[in-house]
T-cell receptor, first 112, second 117 residues
Framework: KQEVTQIPAALSVPEGENLVLNCSFT??????LQWFRQDPGKGLTSLLL?????REQTSGRLNASLDKSSGRSTLYIAASQPGDSATYLC???????????FGDGTTLTVKP | GAGVSQSPSNKVTEKGKDVELRCDPI?????LYWYRQSLGQGLEFLIY????????KSGLPSDRFSAERTGGSVSTLTIQRTQQEDSAVYLC???????????????FGPGTRLTVL
């Protein structure tokens, strides 16, 4: 059974700082990994998707990496802004079942 | 449509009543997923559809929960004889399948907040 852990559970940084969010998983037989952000009371917004065969993806100030051998993924946010404040979730897609297993998220606060 | 839509956005019901939650996926998306998010807990998978069939129902918590999808589009999640522990946000997502593989991005709807009194 896939287990996904996100550390830290909460993070507070001053505006402008670069930061890294961590995601670890127990079963490396994944099909892809997806990072989402969730604003309070809202649904999930997709940020980046990394296929199993890929090592990283970049979109603007965001960079996500995937290391299946160590069971880890990181989301790097450059030059953080107050608008980046949200909960960030990683999800592993199970190729056999199609479902995703989510971590509990990291709640990020960027202070002006 | 432009995105995944869900209705109602909020539903308050009394214990023991049945409820129906609706999901309209992105047009053309063949895969549809239901998840729920309980207060203080993470996202929990419920069921996944490929077209109108459900290859994976493993996440449905009890036989009070059922879901169907018609015409490869709209899906309805039904909860019978609701209990207070069913209170949660129910999220729907859809994705396109490329060549029968699960490579594509899941796009989520805004969710339905269910409160069982």
């Amino acid at each position: 059974k896939q287990e996904v852990t996100q550390i830290p559970a909460a993070l507070s940084v001053p505006e402008g700082e670069n930061l890294v969010l961590n995601c670890s998983f127990t079963d490396s037989a994944i099909y892809n990994l997806q990072w989402f952000r969730q604003d309070p009371g809202k649904g999930l917004t997709s940020l980046l998707l990394i296929q199993s065969s890929q090592r990283e993806q970049t979109s603007g100030r965001l960079n996500a990496s995937l290391d299946k051998s160590s069971g880890r993924s990181t989301l790097y946010i450059a030059a953080s802004q107050p608008g980046d404040s949200a909960t960030y979730l990683c999800a592993m897609r199970d190729a056999n079942a199609g479902k995703s297993t989510f971590g509990d998220g990291t709640t990020l606060t960027v202070k002006p | 449509g432009a995105g995944v839509s869900q209705s109602p956005s909020n539903k308050v019901t009394e214990k023991g009543k049945d409820v129906e939650l609706r999901c309209d996926p992105i047009s053309g998306h063949t895969a549809l997923y239901w998840y729920r998010q309980s207060l203080g807990q993470g996202l929990e998978f419920l069921i996944y559809f490929q077209g109108n069939s459900a290859p994976d129902k493993s996440g449905l918590p009890s036989d009070r929960f059922s879901a169907e999808r018609t015409g490869g589009s709209v899906s309805t999640l039904t909860i019978q004889r609701t209990q207070q522990e069913d209170s949660a946000v129910y999220l729907c997502a859809s994705s396109a399948l490329a060549g029968g593989t699960f490579t594509d991005t899941q796009y989520f709807g805004p969710g339905t907040r269910l409160t069982v009194l």
